[in-house]
């Protein structure tokens, strides 16, 4: 079922052909230019080509503007290296209002992110419970002159979180004058309008006045998307697209359970706009859909400030400084709060004050009910985020030395309000003060089971670091640049839910809370070898200590060879790292409960087969203090071909084999081996035995499944390998300048395993792993005008979210790829001043509906336009 790279749509690599055939007119090589060496991400020595022995995108202030992005993460979701990520608008997040990006399909957790070369404390809350990430929201577009993409592992150079690639953020320096900027862009529907809004104003001249000052401070304001204006959005009936009818079941007043006859009935009351269905299994259900007010994502709300200085101290000596504060806010709507169902405390007796005679005949009853009349409960989500770094730099002698010390901090405060309290719940029912079978109750009766609760977080990362360098310390058949240098780092992360949720009195929530640190200390060395003229050899071994679990040495060895000037061959491997986040060593115990797990040992005596056997235990999730860091392998091969200024083409392959992976223990993995593997009977917990069942079901030696302990383990292996393919080329035409850029990411294999001893299998060609994506930029410059229209294409997958739950037998279709075009226009032909105009998603593309997953796998707000302008005064 699955494709070859030939049988993909033909245009998506026909960009690359064409410029590599239109390559053969192309002009003599230009007069080469002395240019300032400076140091690329991916190294510690100063360079003068960008292109070397590692793989390294760079995109410019200019790049950055042609895509029409607000947002960094909306900047780096059109390259095509970019595989996942999440940009803050999901109400839904385990870290609401935070943005982050995958990078060869391995997660956000194993990119590193760095601005101006050095690290950022992590945001206070984990994504998916474990999870750590820089959040990008905390980082201003506007500030940022450049983004380097180093698609390699760089554990050699920076340690831990550089598996799948590093994400280097370069400000502006040295900038002098006065620069305001305003951008506005809305949807077409008419919602998530957006504003935003910067300054940046730089004083001094190094060369003249010995200091330089910038200063940018960026204001920026999203609006909600409303569900009533997108076709996609305004009914959760999704039957007629193959989908589930999701409309809500617990309002207009939901529905209620008979337990002694087992059957569901709608409420009395279920009058239009709400609907009565009944299944196939005969229970009732009062349906109602989504009000076409509700918003869907949040109201967000940043400002940043960040200031960058430099003093000239001396001929070779430099004080340099950063200061960056950053504040967000996100508000939304989380819903109707419902009253928790098939708990034991939650059956309403016939002695109870909302018992209804009529109802129950004296039976037990549970009610499928949100407390609707006390509307939607809303969080805020408030994120500060603080950085300040001093250093210095110079030269002693044709060495260059750095030191600088820094400190960062993410403080998070989560308040929801609207909840439900457990245990006013339960009395209002036992004393009938709220009846769940009325259609409306009065504010008397539900405002007493309403709470706040308030979640705090706090991430710290102090770094004292210095290193010196020399690219051309001696020579050895050519140039040798040498590079070492020490780093310390301490971290720490603390997450406090509420002492409501963690006294578990909150109706239908859980809530996870850490409280971590630890030390790091490195030494790092690295060589820049030149043994014959056209090969340069990179070294590099770096060695960490970490408080918490011990060290790790890791080597990198890169070569570039250049049989011409034109042709560049390159290739390397080198061993990344990702330590264990704090949250997997330190997270308190936190509920869940298993989608479904098989308990043979109960199934088999009782003659149960594989549609019978299912049960559905509380999960605790532990944190585990005995974890090693994962562990990566990484190869990579390419060549460059870059004949003139005007055209490159580049093709490299990587390949990724991941061993001691962490994650947390399978629940049927640890079923299956709950008494061959030493300690997996103590992390399942059973009901007490059953003797008369025991003597009817001879063999049945275990009480029935209650809890399953799963704590974090290094058990998993991931194998990945796949190309990236990047081709440039401008030339002249009709008195402008025609620029076209193709970049495709190709994932031939995503081999996973998930427990203890199991081969990897591919996970490859589903609606989460799709194989390939291409991003297509076609630009025209003429004068004062310029414009630049982008594909932005993805694969199409198989109608599944994992391979590996292919029955046999089973057929899955195909969802097709998906295209959307976006198109930018820009106008400089007023003095100091860029107008930028444009629409993203500009055909808009229907969205691809997974029937299997049972949603939408690409965006469902259709076009967004937007107009922008930068005016500047020197």
Known sequence: MNQSLSQRPRWVLGAVAAAALACTAAVADEAPKQLERVVIVGSNLKRIDAEGPSPIQVYKRADIEATGATTLVDALFTMSSTTGGFDGSDSNSFAPGAAAVALRGMGEKNVLVLLNGRRLANYGFAQGTDSTFVDLNSLPLSA??????????????????????????????????????????????????????????????????????????????????????????????????????????????????????????????????????????????????????????????????????TLELGKDTQLFGELSLNRNKATWADGFQSIETYQADRYIMPDWGSY??????????????????????????????????????????????????????????????????????????????????????????????????????????????????????????????????????????RDTPDAQIQAHNIENYGGTGSDGSRRVSSAFVEVSLQPVKKLEVQLALRSDHYSDFGSTVN?????????????????????????????????????????????????????????????????????????????????SFGAVFNPTRDFLLSLDYYHLEQRDAIQLLDGQYLLDHEFDTPGFDKLVIRDPRNPALEARYPGLRHGRLNTIVTPFINVGRVKTDGMDLEGRYAFDVAGGRVSVRNELNYQFHFKQSDVQDQDPTERLDSYYRPKWRNVLSLGYERGAWGGTLRANTSASVLNIDDPTHIQDGQTVDRLPSYTTLDVNVRYKGFKNMVVNAGISNLTDKRPRFATQYGSFLDGTDGPNAYVSVRYSFY
Not at 195 to 205: I, K
Not at 248 to 266: D, F, K
Request: contains cysteine; positive net charge.
């Open 555 to 635: 080597p990198k060895v890169a070569v570039a060879f250049r049989p011409t000037q034109s042709v560049l061959l390159r290739g390397g491997y080198n061993t990344a790292f990702k330590a264990p986040t704090l949250p997997q060593m330190h997270m308190a115990q936190t509920t869940a409960y298993s989608s479904g797990v098989a308990d043979w040992i109960r199934c088999r005596p009782l003659g149960y087969g594989p549609d019978q056997c299912h049960y559905y235990p509380k999960m605790l999730l532990v944190s585990n203090t005995e974890l090693k860091p994962e562990k990566t392998k990484i190869a």
């Open 144 to 309: 940022i002159d450049e983004i380097q993409v180093l698609r390699d592992g760089a554990s050699a150079i920076y340690g831990s979180d550089a598996v799948a690639g590093v994400i280097n953020f370069v400000t502006r320096r040295d900038f002098k004058g006065l620069e305001l900027g305003a951008k506005y862009s809305q949807n077409t529907a008419g919602d998530l309008k957006t504003g935003s809004a910067n300054l940046t104003a730089g004083f001094g001249d190094l060369a003249r006045d010995r200091f330089n000052l910038l200063a940018t401070l960026d204001l920026f304001q999203r609006g909600a998307k409303i569900a009533g204006k997108h076709e996609f959005t305004r009914t959760n009936d999704l039957r007629p697209l193959g989908g589930q009818d999701n409309r809500a079941t617990t309002r207009g007043p939901g529905s209620y359970y008979n337990a002694g006859t087992g059957a569901r009935h709608a409420m009395p009351g279920c009058v239009a706009p709400s609907v009565v269905e009944v299944d196939d299994r005969g229970d009732e259900y009062c349906r109602t859909d989504v009000d076409p007010a509700t918003q869907l994502s949040p109201r967000l709300n940043r400002a940043t400030g960040i200031v960058v200085g």
């Open 356 to 493: 209804k005679d009529a109802l129950g005949q004296g039976d037990p009853l549970m009610v499928f009910r949100s407390v609707y009349e006390a509307g939607q409960s809303q969080s805020r989500m408030v994120s500060d985020n603080s950085r300040l770094l001093v250093g210095a730099r110079g030269a002693i002698g044709a060495y260059d030395w750095e030191a600088a010390a820094s400190a960062s901090r993410n403080a998070l405060s989560l308040t929801q309000d609207g909840l439900l309290k457990r245990d006013a719940v339960t009395q209002a029912l036992e004393t009938g003060s709220y009846d769940p079978f009325a259609l409306k109750n009065p504010e008397s009766a539900w405002r007493p089971l309403l709470t706040s609760v308030e979640r705090t977080a706090s991430s710290r990362l102090s770094t004292l670091d210095a290193k010196i360098s020399n690219p051309e310390a001696f020579q050895l058949g050519g140039p040798v640049g040498v590079a070492a240098g020490v780093q310390f780092m301490s971290e720490s992360m």
